[in-house]
């Protein structure tokens, strides 16, 4: 298995790099930070709605691939109004403290036929199957960034 670091990007927001030490800011200095500090204004506390994230569970597409915790789409999308308040508090959670789940950060790499030789390795692509909960956070975190950025 092979780690990913998709949402770093996101979660660096509230938390600065000095010689591979991790200093957390807190929300309230994140609050109390100036533009000036910080090199741009400070986000607004982010709420992640149950309806929100049943809207993604519902328009999940059920023949995709599962990924290393092997639940499958299908079944996050039949239970969608069980799971959607549980996925909230995780995504929240997440969201909140900056720490992706240990089990997300993992995917399985499958091989995928390019093209000529299928005897040669290097006619095969990498293709990493994460799990869909990783995928929909990823989404949601996706698309904050891009309302942040407008």
């Keep these: 298995m092979i780690k990913t670091t998709e949402h770093n990007y996101f979660y660096n927001r509230k938390k600065q790099q000095h010689d591979n030490n991790i200093i957390y800011i807190s929300e309230k200095q994140l609050a ?36 290393p915790d ?47 030789s299928k005897s040669k390795p290097s006619n095969y692509r990498p293709i990493p199957l994460t799990c869909i909960a990783s995928k929909m956070e990823h989404t949601i975190v996706s698309n904050m960034m891009d309302y942040l950025i407008q």
């Design 70 to 116: 092997e639940i499958t789409p299908r079944l996050l999308k039949e239970l969608h109004t069980d799971i959607a308040p549980i996925l909230r508090i995780i995504f929240q959670r997440s969201l909140d403290t900056c720490i992706v789940p240990k089990d997300w950060k993992h995917a399985i790499i499958t091989p995928a036929f390019k093209k000529r």
């Design 32 to 67: 109390k930070s100036s533009m000036s500090e910080l090199g741009h204004p400070p986000i607004p506390p982010i709420n992640i709605t149950v309806q929100g994230v049943d809207k993604l569970l519902t328009g999940l597409n059920p023949n995709k691939a599962q990924g």
